[in-house]
């Protein structure tokens, strides 16, 4: 399996998916007539890519009646594997977030009450159930924390690859859990990874933009950074004020610093695939030029596909990949991560098949056989039939006044903010070994000794006489 050629015409028109000849179905259409489109300009951006999986991840279950299935992730991982593409990425096992870091943006109680909480006790904690938000969508479940810190971890670990320099883009599908307060969960969210990977993210870069595609409105990321302009969040999502979470109105925008950094396109039922992208790529390239992040964070709930459990849009993946496609290519770093996605089998194609777009790498329509095959049948193939359940009740005036209005929202903010950086701590990833720690701490004092040693300081070369390093063999006399 070989790199791919992409095509791009940036920013302006041209975008393209690569597939093989003779697959079929509406998703693949869609990236058929986008190939035709381009204009045979070849990409030579060629990332690093780092992958962040844990294979228990996937064992957490929220309940047998519950639409979220961390299982998603197994079937995920194995499509990834078998399709061959941790050859084009580094693969990581990440370590589980720790309380403290956590605590970056979680209350002290709300985490001792996620610590302490399980099936067996949780009569105990009645009484808090309330306060913290438990019931159907946020049951309690075994193993809980430590599946908040697994998925956590990864995202924090991703942000730190990122700014370290090792990697280019970073893929943690494990993440995405955007609906998550600082005081409670919701929406299935109990811990905000991706606020918690944004915080180690401003430790570097001085703006970073926040994306999500996911069905329902980013709640959760966007009221974490309303009130500053370092972070412009930017969600695309279905609202009608009763639809979850209920917020998300295109007139929600932030406040003090943050006034006009908070990016809202509220959506209709039914949007298709032309629609989608199109406006996607409209809104995106404005958001770009005026903001100039440092670093994206995108996330990509899989919950806006068509026939998703519970969406109601009619998006391919072919269209959804197609914003991921369209993100890589402004070749600013970048981490991916999940989300919603309820239909697994869907879920687990489309990550898949967005994982192999990040790499730059074409995938086979028909899927590879996993010990999970049977989840696939009758079709096993990558694009299946998606679209056309519901109707699109997005008209072209709607979208048209929708782009319009954001686009005057941006004007607002005459340029990117600048922003006083410090010189990040060296020990940024704050994880290092007390022995490598300490080993640091001798290596560093040994070297303000030489320095104060006038006698370690580096000679001129005007000074190198009676030793062997004299030059006057240089001028032709003989040795001393």
Sequence with gaps: MGRRKE???????????????GSVGAGLEFASNLDAQSGGVVEHYRPRVAYYMREQAGNFHYGRQHPMKPHRLTLTNHLVLNYGLHKYMDVYEPRQATEDEIREFHAEDYIEFLKRVTPDNQKEFTNCFFEFNIGDDCPIFDGMWDFCRIYSGASIEAARKL?????????????????AKKYEPSGFCYVNDIVLAILQLLRYYPRVLYIDID??????????????????????????????????????????????YAINV???????????????????????????????????????????????????????????RFMRRFGVPMMVIGGGG???RNVARCWTYETGIVCGTELPNELPATVYSDFFAPDHSLHPQLSGRVVNHNTRAYL??????????????????????????PDIQGFLESEEARAKDVRSDR????????????EHVAEFYESDRDNDADDGAPPA
């Design 266 to 324: 509220p959506l209709q039922d039914g949007i298709d695939d032309r629609s989608y992208t199109q406006l996607f790529k409209t809104v995106i390239t404005a958001v770009m030029e005026t903001f100039k992040p440092g670093a994206i964070v995108l996330q990509c709930g899989a919950d806006s596909l068509g026939l998703d459990r519970l969406g109601v849009f009619n998006l391919s993946i072919a269209a959804h990949g197609e914003c991921v």
């Design 215 to 260: 069905i329902h409105h980013g709640d959760g990321v966007q009221e974490a950074f309303y009130t500053t302009d370092r972070v412009m969040t930017c969600s695309f999502h279905k609202y009608n004020g009763d639809f979850f979470p209920g917020t998300g109105a295109i007139d929600e925008m932030g406040s003090g610093l943050g006034k006009f």
């Design 7 to 21: 095509t791009i015409t940036y920013p302006s028109g041209t975008f393209s998916a690569s597939v093989h000849e």
């Design 163 to 179: 700014i370290s320099g090792s990697a280019d883009l970073a893929i943690n599908w494990m993440g995405g859990l955007h609906h």
């Design 342 to 344: 309820y239909t697994i």
């Design 400 to 425: 048209n006044a929708l782009t319009a209005r954001i686009l005057e929202q941006l004007r607002y903010l005459k340029g990117a903010p600048s922003v006083q950086m410090q010189e990040a701590p």
């Design 447 to 458: 070297a303000k000794d030489a320095k104060d040693d006038r006698s370690a300081r580096r």
